[in-house]
C-alpha cells in the first residue's frame, strides 16, 4: 500500500466556498476554491443562494481541479466530501454530487466531518508544514465554530470545550459590521488592528467555567459601546478605526489564549495546533508563535490556503479513511449538526 498511488478527488461545500481538490496519497496535486461573491451585498451568507451558487459552480470547479492535476477521473481511487456540518442546502450540493459521480465511476465514497479536516489539515504533505505528532490539542476557530480538542489519533478526537453561543469569526464579522466594515469584516479587523493600540479600549471578558466560550456578551458590549461613543462623537468609528479593532482583536485573543492555556495546563499537552478561517489572523499567529518561548509549547500553524474552508483538508481525511478501509454508502445524507467523533 505505501507504494500505491491513491488518488482521492475532494469536495467541501459546507457553507459558500465551493472547493474542489486532488490529492495523491497526503500530497495535494490541486486545490481550488470558487468563493461567491454574491453575499458581500447582504452582509453575510444568505443559505439559499449559497446553495443555488453550489449547484452553479461545483461542475467547473470539479473539472479545474482535474486539469490541474493532469490526471484522468478515471485514475480516481475514491470520492471523499464534506457530510456536515455546516448549511443543509449546500452540504446537500456536495454529497449528491459525490454520491452521483462515485456511483457513474464505480469507486468507493468516503463522508468527512469538516471540523476533523481543519484539525487533519496538519497532515497534509507540505513543506512548510510539520505535522504535530499524538496527542495534541487543536484550536478549530472559524465563523461557526470554536472549540478545543483534544486529539489522541487520526480518528480519536474529544471536545474538551466548544462555544456556548456565538463562534469567534461570528464576533469578528459582527465587530466589523457595526463599525460600517464590509463583509466578510474578520479580515478587516485584522488588518487595522496591525496600526492601532490594542489597550486603548477595554470591553469584557465573559466569565465561562472550565474550557468553554462565550462570545454572545462581548458582542453586545461592542455595540452598547459603539453606540454611546458615536452618540457623543458621529465620527468616533472613522477616527480610532484602527486602536477601536486593535483593542476588540485583542480581548477575542486574550479569550482563546486563556482557554487554550487551560487546556494545556489541565491536560500537560503542549502540543497545540490551530485550524479553521480564524487561524489567518496574525494575531493569534503571533501569540502562538509566542508561546512556544514563553510556555515551552510547540504549536503548529497550517498554511493560509487550509485554513479557510477548501478541499485539500477534505481529501487528507479522505486517504486517512481510504488506508483504512472507512468507506461509506449510497444510503449517506448530508447532516448540518455532525459533531467530532460522532
Known amino acids: 500500500m505505501s507504494t500505491e498511488k491513491i488518488y482521492i478527488l475532494a469536495i467541501e461545500s459546507s457553507c459558500d466556498d465551493t472547493s474542489a481538490a486532488i490529492l495523491c496519497n497526503n500530497k495535494v496535486l490541486s486545490n481550488v476554491v470558487t468563493t461567491q461573491e454574491i453575499h458581500r451585498q447582504y452582509g453575510g451568507v444568505v443559505p439559499e443562494l449559497a446553495s443555488r451558487a453550489h449547484q452553479q459552480n461545483i461542475v467547473p470547479v470539479v473539472h479545474q481541479a482535474l486539469a490541474k492535476a493532469n490526471i484522468d477521473k478515471k485514475q480516481l481511487s475514491a470520492i ?4 456536515g456540518p455546516g448549511l443543509m442546502g449546500s452540504l446537500l450540493v456536495g454529497t449528491s454530487f459525490a454520491k452521483s459521480m462515485a456511483l457513474g465511476l464505480n469507486i468507493p465514497l468516503i463522508e468527512v466531518n469538516h471540523m476533523e479536516a481543519h484539525i487533519l489539515a496538519h497532515f497534509i ?8 505528532s499524538f496527542p495534541f490539542l487543536a484550536m478549530t476557530i472559524s465563523g461557526g465554530h470554536t472549540q478545543i480538542v483534544k486529539v489522541n489519533d487520526y480518528f480519536d478526537m474529544e471536545v474538551l ?6 463562534a469567534v469569526g461570528e464576533a469578528f464579522d459582527k465587530s466589523a459590521k457595526l463599525m460600517g466594515l464590509p463583509y466578510p469584516g474578520g479580515p478587516l479587523v ?9 489597550h486603548t479600549f477595554k470591553f469584557p471578558k465573559p466569565k465561562v467555567e472550565g474550557l468553554n466560550f462565550s462570545f454572545s456578551g462581548l458582542k453586545t458590549s461592542i455595540l452598547y459601546f459603539l453606540q454611546r461613543e458615536t452618540k457623543e462623537n458621529p465620527n468616533f468609528v472613522e477616527e480610532n478605526i484602527d486602536d477601536f479593532c486593535a483593542s476588540v482583536q485583542y480581548t ?15 491536560t500537560g499537552i503542549k502540543q497545540v495546533a490551530i485550524g479553521g478561517g480564524v487561524a489567518a489572523n496574525s494575531g493569534i499567529r503571533a501569540r502562538l508563535t509566542e508561546a512556544q518561548e514563553k510556555l515551552g509549547w510547540k504549536t ?7 485554513c479557510t474552508d477548501n478541499a485539500g483538508m ?8 481510504f488506508k483504512e478501509g472507512l468507506f461509506t454508502n449510497q444510503s449517506i445524507a448530508a447532516k448540518a449538526r455532525y459533531a467530532i467523533g460522532s
Open 80 to 83: 471523499a466530501f464534506t457530510r
Open 190 to 198: 485584522d488588518k487595522h488592528a496591525k496600526n492601532g493600540n490594542p
Open 252 to 266: 477575542i485573543l486574550e479569550i482563546l489564549m486563556g482557554k487554550l492555556e487551560l487546556a494545556a495546563e489541565q
Open 314 to 321: 477534505i481529501g487528507i481525511v479522505g486517504y486517512l479513511k
Open 125 to 132: 504533505d507540505d513543506e512548510e508544514m510539520v505535522a504535530p
Open 161 to 166: 470545550g466548544e462555544t456556548l453561543d456565538d
Open 300 to 306: 503548529y500553524i497550517p498554511k493560509f490556503q487550509y
